[in-house]
C-alpha cells in the first residue's frame, strides 16, 4: 500500500492549526503541527522529511523567515509554503526570494489550499501521463501548463498574484507574456477592477506619453477637451507595459517616478493625480545589455524587478505541443463554428518537431489556417519546409554554397567561415526580433541597407508563417 503523504504545518494560532489539519486529513494527508519556528526546525532535524510545509510569516520570538532560511539549510530540498496576510508584502517577497514554494494568504478556502497542493505535491510514483492544467481567462486567453517549467510559472503566480508588487515578465515575442499577466491579474485581489495593456512599441513618445498620463484642455494643438490617461482609468486595476524596453528614457523617467510616489501630472498640467495601479511588465528584449546601452534606466529596472517571471520558449517545452494543440482545436471550432478537425498522430508529430520561432502564438496563427484549410498534408508540407528553413547548418558551407566557392581552397575556407559566422548572426538576431529587420540592423550595429544587402546575399527567409509580415515588421 502506497503511504499516506507527510504534512507540517508550523502556526502559533491553535485555531489555524486545527482548522488545516481538519482540511488535510479530509485528503488523507497525515498531518503534524508545530507551535514555533524552533519547534518546526527540531521536526525537520529529527527526520524524516514531510512531503510538505506550511509556514506561518508572522510568529512571536523567531518569524516565518528566520525559520525558514534555517530549515532549507538541514534540507536544501524542503518544499515550504508560506502562509501570511497581504499586508506583509515586503516579507512575503523576501520569503519567495529564499525559496518558497508557493504562497497562501490568510484567510483562505480549501479550494485555495486545493490548488498550492497539486502544484506542490508530485503525483504518486508509477503516474507518468503528463498532467495538463488550463485555466480560462478573460478576454478569450488561456494558460495551459503541463511541463514543470510552467507548473513553477504557475506557482510563481500564485506566490506574487496577492502581493502587491511590480513583476517583470521576460520571454521571447509569442510566449505568452500578456497571457501570464492576466494570470495574475485575474488571480489577484484587484480581479474585480480594470486590465489595461499598452503596447510601448506601437506608439511614438508624445502620443505614449498622453496614452498613459493623459492630458489637459489646451496641452497641444488638438486637445479641445482634457483626456485621462490609461494610468487614471487603470486606478484600482492592473496596467501591463508590453514592450517596456522599446519606451524612451524621458517616460522612463516619468514611470519611474509614478511607481515611487504613485502620482503624475497630465501633460500641460501641473496639478498632480494619485493613483492606485498595479504595473506589470513585459519585454523580450535583454535588460542588462540594454542597461549597458544606456537605452533603459538601471533604476527603473530596479524598481521593476521586484520579482521576474522568465517564461520559456515553446521549443524548450515541446512537451506541451499535443495539449496545446488539442486545446487550441477545441476552442477555436468553438469561436470559428466549425467542427473539430482530427490530429493524426504523423500531424501531432510534425507539430512537436516544427521550430516556431514565434512561439505559441505562431501555434496559434498555424492551428487558425489548418482549420480554415482543413488539409493535413498542406499543413504538414508547412511545417516540413519550416523545419528545413530553420534547420542549423554548417556556417561555411552554407556561405560558401551561397557564394558557390570551392571549400576545398583555403582561401575560400576562411571567407566561408567568417560569412557564415555573420550569416548565422543576422539569422539570430531576425529571430530574436520577430524578423524585424531594421530592429536587427540596429542590435547589429549596421545600416538599415547593409542590413537588406546581407539578406539578399545570404538569401535569409523568414519561415513561411512570418513571410506576410517581414516587410510590415520594419515599418513598426
Request: with cysteine.
Amino acid at each position: 500500500m502506497p503511504r499516506n503523504r507527510t504534512v507540517l504545518v508550523i502556526d502559533d494560532e491553535p485555531s489555524m492549526l486545527r482548522y488545516m489539519r481538519t482540511l488535510l486529513e479530509l485528503d488523507s494527508f497525515d498531518v503534524e503541527t508545530a507551535s514555533n519556528g524552533a519547534e518546526g526546525i527540531s521536526r525537520i532535524e529529527k527526520g524524516p522529511v514531510p512531503d510538505l510545509v506550511f509556514l506561518d510569516l508572522l510568529m512571536p520570538g523567531m518569524d516565518g523567515l528566520e525559520a525558514l532560511d534555517r530549515m532549507r539549510k538541514i534540507r536544501s530540498d524542503l518544499k515550504v509554503v508560506i502562509i501570511s496576510c497581504v499586508s506583509d508584502t515586503a516579507k512575503v517577497v523576501q520569503a519567495i526570494r529564499s525559496g518558497a514554494q508557493d504562497y497562501l494568504t490568510k484567510p483562505f478556502e480549501k479550494h485555495q489550499l486545493d490548488h498550492v497542493l497539486e502544484r506542490c505535491i508530485e503525483p504518486e510514483s508509477g503516474k507518468t501521463e503528463l498532467v495538463c492544467e488550463v485555466e480560462d481567462l478573460d478576454g478569450g486567453g488561456f494558460f495551459l501548463a503541463a511541463t514543470v517549467a510552467m507548473k513553477k510559472i504557475r506557482s510563481e503566480v500564485g506566490l506574487v498574484a496577492n502581493v502587491d508588487i511590480p513583476v517583470l515578465i521576460l520571454g521571447e515575442s509569442g510566449t505568452g507574456k500578456e497571457i501570464i499577466a492576466r494570470l495574475i491579474h485575474q488571480t489577484s485581489g484587484r480581479k474585480t477592477r480594470p486590465f489595461m495593456k499598452v503596447n510601448c512599441a506601437a506608439l511614438p513618445a508624445d502620443l505614449l506619453e498622453s496614452e498613459l498620463f493623459g492630458y489637459d484642455s489646451g496641452a497641444f494643438t488638438g486637445a479641445n477637451k482634457a483626456k485621462p490617461g490609461k494610468f487614471e482609468l487603470c486606478n484600482k486595476g492592473t496596467l501591463l507595459l508590453d514592450e517596456i524596453g522599446e519606451m524612451p528614457p524621458h517616460l522612463q523617467a516619468k514611470l519611474l517616478h509614478v511607481l515611487q510616489d504613485g502620482e503624475f501630472s497630465r501633460l500641460g498640467s501641473r496639478a498632480s493625480i494619485k493613483v492606485d495601479v498595479r504595473v506589470l511588465a513585459a519585454t523580450n528584449i535583454d535588460v542588462q545589455k540594454s542597461i549597458e546601452n544606456k537605452t533603459f534606466r538601471e533604476d527603473l529596472y530596479y524598481r521593476l524587478n521586484a520579482f521576474t517571471l522568465n517564461v520559456p520558449p515553446l521549443r524548450e517545452r515541446r512537451e506541451e505541443i499535443p495539449q496545446l494543440l488539442r486545446h487550441m482545436m477545441s476552442r477555436m471550432s468553438e469561436d470559428y463554428g466549425r467542427s473539430p478537425l482530427p490530429m493524426t498522430p504523423k500531424f501531432i508529430e510534425a507539430c512537436s518537431q516544427a521550430p516556431w520561432p514565434g512561439n505559441v502564438r505562431e501555434l496559434g496563427n498555424f492551428m487558425k489556417r489548418y482549420l480554415i484549410l482543413a488539409d493535413e498534408n498542406l499543413a504538414i508540407a508547412e511545417l516540413a519546409k519550416q523545419l528545413e528553413t530553420e534547420s542549423p547548418k554548417s556556417p561555411a558551407k552554407a556561405a560558401a554554397a551561397a557564394a558557390g566557392a570551392d571549400t576545398s581552397d583555403l582561401k575560400t575556407m576562411v571567407r566561408g567561415l567568417k560569412d557564415g559566422a555573420e550569416m548565422e548572426a543576422i539569422t539570430r538576431t531576425l529571430i530574436q526580433t520577430g524578423w524585424n529587420r531594421k530592429r536587427a540592423a540596429e542590435i547589429l550595429n549596421i545600416s538599415y541597407k547593409a542590413m537588406l544587402n546581407k539578406v539578399r546575399q545570404y538569401g535569409i527567409k523568414p519561415p513561411r508563417s512570418s513571410a506576410l509580415h517581414f516587410a510590415d515588421k520594419d515599418a513598426s
